[in-house]
């Protein structure tokens, strides 16, 4: 493990130093304070407990809606300020915007621990609500305790933590021949010293809707838009997840050890824009991940130790190899100069990736307004494999993908968290030390020698967070923070193909503001605003070198602000309304190529910059039953339109509901999505019966590079809790 020891040392000598000249108690006001902290906190949910701390994070409640046939993406796109990007139906790519950053910009987490090691079976779209306890979403500044490179925000999905027996399962059937099927279970015996569980899911779609593509007439060689049904994005997978363990012993809180297993199998019905149709490409994917963690609390529970482990395999497939092309009709016509379909010279990959992960976090509680965190992830991803139909080394003939590569990743975060005037005023104070290595074969055809390049880069970052509560109802709160995302091995090795390698890339930085304030009138009604601003440099961006290769390169430069709008009001115990409302305006700047000058305080290509959702919620118990209860929902989502590509600002429109100056095929137009559903549940919600229309009035809808989306579905769930 490499990084800097002198850095962390001086880190932690500065914050020793500013702890020491914090206010001291003495033990038995602490002592006092600590109780009455936790008689009050006792009253609320761990959602508003987040939702209300100096960090600003937005959080999903998740068990409000395991019942209904609410998929976790579609409940996510109704929030302040976030937005889910997908390349299709179920199983397509997707990724997370929180304040216009996405991508690889947005770190994912299970529990407080980067996802890298599961692969691409967990994440939002496959995902099933009763997996999950909540999600947080963090706008800008993280907290100590995920302590990763993210650069626009990042994502923690909370799991279940179940506190005795329990066994449920879930079925869903819908539209496009969907099923998803899900099933929890805990057991702990009678001591309750040890425990043991087993959850997973298996989700099925055939993804076979209706789009409006454009087709190739054969007799006047020109395209025009035409009603075709996508028949080749079949998406299958499972995922399990198996655990066992003891607690509440004198060496150990906790002690776990699992084993998680996923496979998943996806057709391509086509590359990043619906422009050629694929009908025999697919990829696959396996993971085995055994994972161990470690809970102990220290010296009167002052001090909380946490470690976990995971050595992760990761296998993953692509198959192109059909010599073909086909039609939007699915017709099938052979042709002898190609190998595959998505890349002329066709590709049958195999790659194998081992991860390594270790999370070390301790927090520990000076007195009752002083605490301390230290938090250090470290992984160590090895990647192998090979391609018979891939480029090769020029003088050597081997395959490109058998050079093996490795990518280590270190980051350190020191965090103080510290209240004033009797508890009114909250500070987090955050370092991090960020530091990654390289070592790897340029991928490149032109890579005569074969040489092994390496490198190491060392940054570091702090952020700030200040919260000031008013009143009881009421708080504003600000951040401000100093951030990096590292490359990504991806980015740095290449694919072995078309997309080459680049040892030069640099980490992105980032300058992120915020500043909000909260109203809550709990369940009564609330009002909360928040304004952001953003400014990134070195922003990675997959570039073309010469045909048909591309790479990624430190480019773009990225600024702006938004203004974030959301409230909700309590007509009475059983109705209430929600809304949402944001604009963001992120524009590129400090492009000093004069071919692409232009493009100067151009918006960010394929991000909405203005969009908000309205939710109408009826609940009802005893209806029928002196043990039922009655849910109804109404959602309505707006997107405003936005620009496919970077267009300059000149050809913009006047104002935001004008019409752009460009081609129409470059604007992804203005959406409106209608949602409903009912949710009817029996024996205190043992049995649970939903039913949803999804896009009631059958609109168009796009997503990612103007890919169509679902038209009007319906799916059916029935959940069984068994005690």
């Not at 990761?314 to 190899?321: C, E, F, G, L, R």
């Not at 290509?605 to 309205?614: A, S, V």
Request: glycine letters at 6%.
């Amino acid at each position: 493990m490499n990084f800097n020891r002198k850095s962390v040392l001086i880190i932690f000598t500065f914050l020793w130093i500013q702890l020491l000249s914090s206010q001291n108690k003495t033990q038995e006001d602490s002592i006092k304070k600590k109780l009455l902290k936790e008689i009050v906190v006792e009253g609320n949910s761990k959602s508003k407990i987040v939702r209300q701390k100096a960090i600003k994070a937005e959080v999903l409640d998740v068990k409000e809606f395991q019942n209904s046939s609410i998929t976790l993406g579609d409940a996510i796109n109704r929030m302040s300020g976030i937005r889910v990007r997908q390349t299709g139906g179920l199983g397509s790519a997707n990724s997370i915007i929180i304040n216009g950053f996405t991508g690889r910009a947005v770190k994912y987490f299970k529990d407080e621990i980067p996802l890298d090691y599961l692969g691409e079976s967990f994440n939002v779209l496959t995902l099933p609500t009763t997996m999950l306890d909540r999600v947080e979403f963090y706008k800008g500044v993280l907290p100590t305790s995920l302590g990763a490179d993210a650069l626009g925000g990042g994502v923690n999905f909370i799991t279940q933590k179940n506190k005795k027996k329990h066994l449920e399962l879930s079925y869903e059937y819908g539209s496009f021949n969907t099923h998803r099927l899900t099933f929890n279970s805990y057991f702990l015996s009678r001591n309750e010293k040890y425990f043991a569980g087993v959850d997973g899911f298996i989700n099925h779609s055939d993804n076979d809707y209706w789009v409006d593509a454009k087709v190739l007439d054969p007799e006047t060689s020109t395209l025009s838009e035409k009603r075709v049904k996508r028949f080749h994005d079949k998406f299958t997978n499972g995922y399990t997840e198996v655990y066992g363990g003891i607690r509440k012993v004198s060496f150990a809180d906790e002690l776990k050890v699992g084993i998680t297993l996923t496979k998943v199998k996806k057709d391509q019905q086509h590359g990043a824009l619906m422009t050629d149709p694929y009908g025999e490409v697919y990829i696959k994917e396996a993971v085995i991940a055994p994972t161990l963690t470690y809970r102990k609390a220290f010296f009167d529970n002052k001090l909380l130790f946490t470690n976990f482990n995971t050595y992760s395999l990761i296998n993953s497939k692509v198959v192109d190899t059909c010599g073909c092309v086909y039609d939007w009709y699915g017709n099938k016509t052979p042709v002898a100069a190609r190998e595959g379909e998505a890349d002329v010279d066709g590709s049958l990959s195999d790659i194998d990736f081992k991860n390594f992960i270790n999370r070390t976090f301790l927090n520990y509680t000076i007195n009752s307004t002083n605490t301390i965190s230290f938090n250090l992830i470290y992984s160590n991803q090895k990647r192998t494999g090979s391609d018979p139909y891939g480029p090769v080394f020029y003088f050597s003939g081997r395959d490109i993908l058998s050079a093996p590569a490795t990518y280590k990743k270190n980051i350190i975060a020191l965090g103080w968290e510290s209240k004033y005037f009797n508890d009114k005023l909250t500070n987090n104070f955050i370092v991090k030390n960020y530091y990654f290595e390289t070592n790897g074969t340029a991928s490149a055809i032109i890579n005569y020698d074969e040489e092994t390049i390496k490198n190491k880069e060392t940054n570091y970052g702090f952020a700030e967070a200040l919260k000031y509560e008013i009143n009881k109802k009421s708080f504003v709160r600000t951040g401000l923070e100093t951030a990096y995302r590292l490359p990504e091995q991806g980015e740095i090795y290449g694919n072995g193909q078309f997309l080459l390698s680049n040892f030069n890339l640099k980490p992105e930085k980032s300058l992120n503001v915020n500043l909000g304030y909260r109203y809550d009138a709990t369940n009564k009604h609330y009002f909360e605003t928040n304004i952001f601003y953003r400014r990134t440099e070195n922003l990675i961006i997959l570039v073309p070198v010469f045909m048909p290769f591309s790479q990624y390169s430190n480019v773009n430069k990225v600024r702006g602000y938004g203004v974030e709008l959301d409230g909700g009001y309590h007509f009475a115990s059983w109705l209430n309304l929600t809304a949402n409302l944001t604009y963001q305006n992120l524009r590129l700047f400090g492009i000093s190529d004069p071919e692409e000058a232009y493009l100067n305080e151009a918006r960010l290509r394929n991000t909405p910059y203005l969009f908000g959702n309205i939710s109408l919620n009826f609940h009802k118990s005893n209806i029928f039953k002196n043990d039922d209860t009655f849910k109804a929902y109404y959602n309505y989502s707006y997107t405003h339109n936005y620009y496919l590509a970077n267009v300059p600002k000149s050809s913009e429109p006047s104002n935001i509901f004008g019409t752009a100056k460009i081609d129409t095929d470059l604007v992804i137009p203005t959406q409106q999505l209608h949602s409903a559903g009912v949710v009817y549940s029996l024996n205190n919600e043992k049995i649970n019966f939903g039913l949803e229309v999804r896009n009631i009035f059958d609109e168009k809808l796009f997503d990612s590079f103007k890919v169509q989306k679902a038209r009007r579905g319906f799916y059916l769930k029935i959940r069984y809790l068994f005690n």
